[in-house]
């Protein structure tokens, strides 16, 4: 009977981490697709950075503390683009002489087709969606590591030591990469962000 209770219990905890795992998948889906759009350009490759982050997190980290996933997965995140960008620098000089069509059409992108929970007037949320534009090719534009720590900071709002274990660098990195990407973002969206 004992044993009974014991199985009992053992999969009541098994599940209840399951269920743990679920919610805090569900709470970085969007903003960490958000993260690789706006590093990546491309929702399609996005999407997949952002599964396969999933996976490679799932397969390797499940069993870590919970206080230790949101570093562990934003870590993952990073390299997935990292390794993308190396990726897509290798194809460019293999086959920079095919010209491939469509890839500079604007794709659909499933985060800013959910539905908001209030929705600002027709004027306002023009005004809105310039200042969003206008925020993600400046972030866009940062140096990758400067985007990283700004996404993770600003956008993911992690500390500065769990930003620094996502990046894999000091405190004292994070903090300068963070203050130059935002001292550049307050330069070029002046009219938009005062």
């Given at each position: 009977?004992?044993?009974?209770?014991?199985?009992?219990?053992?999969?009541?905890?098994?599940?209840?981490?399951?269920?743990?795992?679920?919610?805090f998948?569900?709470?970085?889906?969007?903003?960490?697709?958000?993260?690789?759009?706006?590093?990546i350009?491309?929702?399609?490759?996005?999407?997949?950075?952002?599964?396969?982050?999933?996976l490679?997190?799932?397969?390797?980290y499940?069993?870590?503390?919970?206080?230790?996933?949101?570093p562990?997965?934003?870590?993952?995140?990073?390299?997935?683009?990292?390794d993308?960008?190396?990726?897509?620098?290798?194809?460019?000089?293999?086959?920079?002489?095919?010209?491939?069509g469509?890839?500079?059409?604007?794709?659909?992108?499933?985060v800013a087709?959910?539905p908001?929970k209030?929705?600002?007037?027709?004027?306002?949320?023009?005004?809105?969606?310039?200042?969003?534009?206008?925020?993600?090719?400046?972030?866009?534009?940062l140096?990758?590591?400067?985007?990283?720590a700004?996404?993770?900071?600003?956008?993911?709002?992690?500390?500065?030591?769990?930003?620094?274990?996502?990046?894999?660098?000091s405190?004292?990195?994070v903090?300068?990469?963070?203050?130059?990407?935002?001292?550049?973002?307050?330069?070029?969206?002046?009219?938009?962000?005062?």
């Amino acid at each position: 009977m004992v044993l009974d209770d014991l199985g009992s219990v053992r999969e009541g905890s098994a599940l209840d981490e399951l269920r743990a795992m679920d919610r805090f998948l569900a709470d970085v889906e969007r903003r960490a697709f958000r993260m690789a759009d706006i590093a990546i350009r491309n929702p399609d490759d996005a999407l997949d950075i952002v599964q396969d982050t999933m996976l490679r997190f799932v397969r390797k980290y499940a069993d870590r503390p919970r206080d230790e996933w949101r570093p562990l997965f934003f870590r993952i995140l990073r390299n997935r683009i990292t390794d993308h960008h190396r990726g897509g620098s290798v194809r460019r000089r293999l086959f920079a002489w095919i010209s491939i069509g469509g890839e500079d059409e604007p794709g659909h992108d499933p985060v800013a087709a959910a539905p908001e929970k209030s929705q600002p007037g027709p004027e306002k949320q023009a005004g809105l969606d310039d200042a969003m534009r206008a925020l993600e090719n400046a972030v866009g534009k940062l140096p990758s590591r400067q985007q990283q720590a700004f996404m993770l900071r600003a956008v993911e709002g992690l500390d500065v030591a769990a930003t620094a274990a996502a990046m894999g660098c000091s405190d004292g990195s994070v903090k300068q990469h963070y203050y130059r990407a935002v001292h550049t973002l307050r330069a070029a969206l002046g009219d938009h962000w005062q």
